[in-house]
């Protein structure tokens, strides 16, 4: 999210505030190569699925959504950690502005870092395929062969974001 877009975020209800952390976090998985999962505290505001895990899931362009029902997001995020190295994925990092979460999300497989950094990282991929695409469209401007914008699934999301 860009600086200037704080405010107008701030103005925003939870779900379009969900919306705008999804749709920047996609464009960051897709850019970075990682697998994403997004989970929320959603206790107490939907009901818990029938197979009894407490957990709503929801697939999203690539990324998982993981609603906490019973659970607190903290204890969320944690379980979700361990079901996907117990799955195989090598290494996980959290974003979570929850100090006592980042503290216990240490260890070889596990890294925590601030909801600020992860912020940091968005915003500074999107500048990376912001100036791409400014490339792009200055190669195509001044006679030389660029190539096609949707060749680039990255760029063609941001030009649509930006449009």
């Avoid at 660029?146 to 030009?159: V, Y």
Wanted: charged share 25%; proline share 4%; with cysteine.
């Amino acid at each position: 999210m860009m600086e200037h877009d704080r405010w107008r975020f701030q103005q925003l209800d939870l779900e379009a505030r969900r919306q705008v952390l999804e749709d920047e976090v996609i464009v960051f998985s897709q850019h970075r190569g990682v697998r994403v999962k997004i989970v929320y505290d959603a206790a107490g505001s939907q009901t818990a699925p029938p197979d009894g895990t407490g957990f709503n899931r929801e697939e999203k362009s690539g990324i998982e959504l993981v609603f906490c029902t019973t659970v607190e997001a903290d204890i969320g995020l944690i379980i979700e950690a361990a079901k996907s190295l117990g799955k195989g994925t090598p290494y996980v990092v959290i974003a979570t502005s929850d100090r006592a979460v980042q503290e216990r999300c240490k260890g070889p497989w596990m890294h925590a870092i601030s909801s600020e950094v992860l912020l940091q990282e968005i915003n500074g991929c999107a500048r990376r395929l912001r100036a791409m695409l400014r490339g792009s469209q200055t190669q195509h401007v001044n006679g030389k062969r660029a190539g096609p914008l949707s060749a680039n699934p990255d760029l063609k999301k941001l030009r649509d974001q930006l449009q």
